[in-house]
């Protein structure tokens, strides 16, 4: 099981409180943005491109700790830029832990040995480390523009997990993705002994340097989940993710669900950003403005909001099955049911997951070149160069 049955609990029991209070709007997950300077530039992430003013620009603890005073969320996610370049992550995560908050520090653990080993951080259960990796050596290397971070990513994880620590991995799936090579990245990570692992399509974010790498059909996203996740033998029936089973057969194409947007609301330096963590239509100063004044019916895919049409992306869909699986009877023996009949038998999608294995895949495939080769190194922008 890819979640403590503490945390479990926790969660559960302010779901089904909300619930009962009748509130339809609640936050799960706080998305706590304390900067968007990062050291990588990945060419799907729309977080690094703001001028170098910006990313020099951090949040403090003091407004940190407001933004989780405010938010009832149980649990808080830490993402950026890198969290490990703020200056006060260690305060932030010990003043965190006193408020029994379950976090999740997103890292691409480049850094994570070195603070590892300087004793920045101590063993909790509310302290979860969520490493970045976009896959097999060669896929992640190349997402994230740099050689060699697939390496020294998985060092830290090593470490983190030798040490006791909660570990566990995010990794984001975008078009021309091998489905054959995230099944076996996934047995490699069990192999390392993370806790859990977490999945999702990329978000088509504008500032994003790489659009066409996207996945722009949800049709062609639900192929893709449904080859990963379905048919899965003995060994990765072993397979833990730490996140909704009904989310990953909303991937899969098995169920359908309407954004909650609300459900991860974000705060960062500017403040509460509307309407979600992937959007950027305008700031508030405090939650209760974000929650009482956001036109909530402007987003998701039946507003008919463009932005939202072919997202799929966990920040929004995973709040959504969560609050399924606490709605009603059908919800909890559906969440129940997947968690104890996963292998997906599926004779479809395994035919076309033995056709993939016929065809280029990796770096150079992606960028149209079919011979064999390493992954092509790019350059970072100037933007986080200067920060």
Not at 156 to 180: C, H, I, K, S
Not at 358 to 382: M, Y
Request: aromatic share 10%; hydrophobic share 35%; glycine share 8%.
């Amino acid at each position: 099981m890819g979640v403590p049955l503490s945390q479990m609990a926790t969660v559960a029991t302010y779901v089904l409180g909300q619930r009962l209070r009748g509130n339809k709007r609640y936050p799960l997950v706080l998305m706590l943005e304390p900067l968007f300077r990062c050291n990588l530039a990945c060419a799907g992430c729309g977080k690094i491109q703001y001028p170098a003013h910006i990313l020099k620009r951090d949040l403090s603890l003091e407004d940190c700790l407001k933004a989780v005073d405010e938010c009832p969320a149980p649990m808080v996610s830490i993402p950026g830029g890198e969290p490990l370049l703020h200056p006060q992550i260690k305060e932030i995560v010990e003043e965190l832990i006193k408020r029994r908050k379950y976090i999740y520090l997103c890292t691409n653990a480049l850094l994570l040995k070195k603070k590892l080993e300087e004793g920045l951080f101590t063993p909790s259960k509310y302290l979860t480390f969520s490493v970045h990796m976009d896959g097999q050596e060669e896929h992640h290397d190349f997402a994230v523009c740099r050689e060699g971070t697939y390496k020294v990513a998985i060092e830290g994880v090593r470490m983190a997990v030798e040490r006791g620590f909660r570990v566990t991995t995010n990794t984001t799936l975008f078009d021309g993705a091998d489905p054959n090579s995230v099944r076996a990245f996934f047995d490699e990570m069990m192999d390392v002994g993370v806790e859990g692992m977490m999945v999702s399509p990329g978000y088509a974010y504008p500032k994003a340097p790489d659009q066409k790498a996207f996945l722009a059909e949800r049709k062609k996203t639900n192929e893709l989940f449904e080859m990963i996740l379905s048919n899965r033998d003995k060994g990765r029936k072993k397979w833990i993710f730490n996140q909704s089973p009904l989310f990953l057969e909303f991937l899969m194409g098995d169920r359908e669900y309407e954004c909650t947007p609300w459900g991860n609301p974000t705060y960062n330096i500017f403040g509460w950003q509307k309407p979600c963590y992937l959007l950027q239509d305008g700031y508030v100063d405090t939650f209760r403005e974000l929650m009482e004044e956001t036109k909530w019916e402007n987003y998701g895919r039946a507003s008919g909001n463009p932005a939202c049409q072919q997202c799929m992306v966990h920040c929004g869909y995973e709040p959504s099955a969560v609050d399924h699986t606490f709605a009603s009877f059908g919800g909890m023996w559906g969440t129940i049911k997947a968690m104890v009949f996963n292998t997906y038998a599926n004779p479809r999608a395994l035919k076309r997951l033995e056709e993939e294995k016929e065809k280029p895949h990796g770096p150079l495939a992606q960028l149209g070149i079919t011979v064999e080769g390493k992954p092509v190194k790019k350059e970072k922008s100037e933007a986080v160069e200067a920060a």
